[in-house]
């Protein structure tokens, strides 16, 4: 996907505030962020969206949550934080490759506001 801003950033070619790497994960500051510490947990395969996750996927989106409690702590956020990912349409999804945020360093406001 050459044109997924973010398949990009995993093959190095925009840059970002790296906050891990490993062979199938990377993992990066949110550009805009919405907390002290926003960070994005990403598969470098490009995986549109959640629904388009398949069985195969399974390990790498384990890992993606496995990861987040460790580098949230790193990140300043050991107190807690919220992890969102953003599916499609409705849920608000801009970027279209997989992206698990992971957001805290303060108390997080109340989960949903209409
Ligand atoms: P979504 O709404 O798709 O769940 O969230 C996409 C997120 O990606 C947004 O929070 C946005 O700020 C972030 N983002 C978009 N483009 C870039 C970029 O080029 N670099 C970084 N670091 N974050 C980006
Ligand atoms: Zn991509």
Known sequence: MSDCIFCRIAKGEIPCAKVYED???????????????????????????????????APVLGRMLELAPRLAADQGAAEGFRSIINTGRHGGQEVYHLHLHVLGGQPMPAMLKY
């Not at 510490?37 to 388009?52: Q, R």
């Open 23 to 57: 062979d199938e994960i990377l993992a990066f500051k949110d550009i805009h962020p919405q907390a002290p510490v926003h960070f994005l947990i990403i598969p470098k395969k490009h995986i549109a969206t959640l629904a388009e996750a398949t069985p195969e996927d």
